[in-house]
């Protein structure tokens, strides 16, 4: 019998972390002995850079658009450790759905056994999460992938994001899509940070994986083109990064969110917003104490 493949996707708004959480899990998986592919799902492409010392690599999209037949070889590229690198790629500027070269490439993949053929033990997904729709859906609506992780930090637009998402979550649950695994808490860098996620994943009836601090680590190693992982092994932040990844590799059991209404999102934000007005101006002294 052939062994069960965890596929998962880690969804994110732009900017907020995402594939630098990703590449540095993929990393730590690897350094477990597991044996790891992670595929980039973001048009920019840069999901697998860490990964490679700084370099980008021919996606699925653009080598379809130059010969009409490709074998699955060659969109895969070895990366770190032997982590397999793959980018979906997306269209050319202002063509075309941005989603669908996740489409084209799962097929791709699907058609051709890839990952039965190089005996995987983890799938990453780095998937873009400002918008959950079309192609970007896919590794949830097609229950490609089994679990399901946000990243996302305190900020407003962040949580915004992850809200979305954990709707698409709700509305393909019933039809064997992906359910949530849990958030994992970036950029924790104020005190309050950890206080606003943690009232959040209470609200949505979810739970924090775990909690990244932010780290001038992070943006040493992707200065030289790596991850944590490599380039900085005995690092704290290293350590968060492997304690991530020990979690991942142990979760078997996602649920289906609650999201919030966007009347409820928004008063929630308020109330926080006021509290924290009246935290700067010396109103309040300990935290929770006016939420």
């Not at 999209?61 to 969109?75: N, P, Y």
């Not at 084209?104 to 799938?123: G, P």
């Not at 896919?138 to 990243?151: C, L, S």
């Not at 900020?155 to 393909?172: R, V």
């Amino acid at each position: 019998m052939a062994k069960k493949i965890k596929q998962i996707a880690i969804y994110g708004k732009g900017g907020i972390g995402k594939s630098t959480t990703t590449s540095n899990l993929s990393a730590a998986l690897s350094v477990m002995g597991l044996k790891v592919m992670q595929f980039g799902c973001d048009p920019k492409s840069d999901s697998t850079n860490t990964l490679r010392d700084g370099k980008y690599i021919p996606t699925v999209l653009d080598t379809l658009r130059e010969k009409s037949v490709v074998k699955a070889h060659e969109v895969i590229f070895e990366g770190f450790n032997g982590i397999y690198c793959v980018e979906a790629g997306g269209p050319a500027p202002g063509v075309g759905c941005a989603g669908r070269g996740i489409i084209t490439a799962v097929e791709l993949f699907k058609q051709q056994r890839v990952f039965e053929d190089l005996d995987l033990d983890v799938v990453i997904y780095d998937v873009l999460g400002d918008v959950v729709c079309g192609g970007f859906a896919v590794p949830i609506r097609e229950g490609i992938a089994e679990h399901v992780f946000t990243v996302s930090s305190s900020d407003f637009m962040a949580i915004y994001a992850a809200n979305n998402l954990f709707k698409g979550i709700q509305k393909y649950s019933n039809a064997g899509g992906a359910l949530l695994g849990g958030v994992i808490a970036n950029s924790m860098g104020t005190p309050y940070s950890k206080d606003i996620i943690d009232d959040f994943v209470e609200q949505t009836q979810t739970q924090v994986v775990e909690y990244v601090p932010r780290s001038i680590t992070v943006t040493q190693s992707e200065l030289q083109g790596k991850t944590t992982i490599e380039a900085a092994p005995d690092s704290a932040q290293a350590g968060v990064y492997r304690s991530l990844a020990a979690k991942i590799a142990a979760h078997t059991e996602s649920k289906t969110p609650k999201p919030l209404g966007v009347t409820e999102l928004r008063e929630w934000a308020s109330k926080w917003g006021d509290y924290l007005l009246a935290l700067e101006q010396g109103k309040v002294g300990s935290l929770g104490a006016a939420i």
